[in-house]
């Protein structure tokens, strides 16, 4: 059993900064691909931003030069840095991992959701 617990969502006024860890538990073997996806009022889920397991970042472009998204496999986390938020990132923050089990076999995972509010 495979779990991705996110933390560190809630409500920001616009300008500020909020990071929202994911940390993955169970029985994995490797972390794959990490990243956050949202879901804003009336819209459909989009990328945010992930990160592979040798670094490689992607990011939508409607956060970039705003969001980092660094990782330490070490520790199996991934740690979203969102600076200068604005209204419009307003949306329940998902955390998605591809993650090699003990088998070998890999899976997608998601996590419950954090809720990100950004009053104007």
């Known amino acids: 059993q495979v779990q991705l617990v996110e933390s560190g969502g809630g409500w920001v006024q616009a300008g500020g900064s909020l990071r929202v860890p994911c940390v993955p538990s169970?029985?994995?073997?490797?972390?794959?691909?990490m990243g956050w996806y949202r879901r804003a009022p009336g819209s459909q889920r989009e990328l945010v931003a992930r990160?592979?397991?040798?670094?490689?970042?992607n990011y939508a472009d409607s956060v970039k030069g705003r969001f980092t998204i660094s990782r330490d496999n070490a520790k199996n986390t991934v740690y979203p840095q969102m600076n200068s938020l604005k209204p419009e990132d307003t949306a329940v923050y998902y955390c998605?991992?591809?993650?090699?089990?003990?088998?070998?076999?890999?899976?997608?995972?998601w996590g419950q959701g954090t809720q990100v509010t950004v009053s104007s």
């Open positions: 990160i592979t397991r040798g670094g490689t970042t």
């Open positions: 169970g029985d994995i073997r490797r972390i794959n691909v």
């Open positions: 998605n991992a591809d993650i090699t089990i003990w088998s070998y076999s890999a899976y997608d995972y």
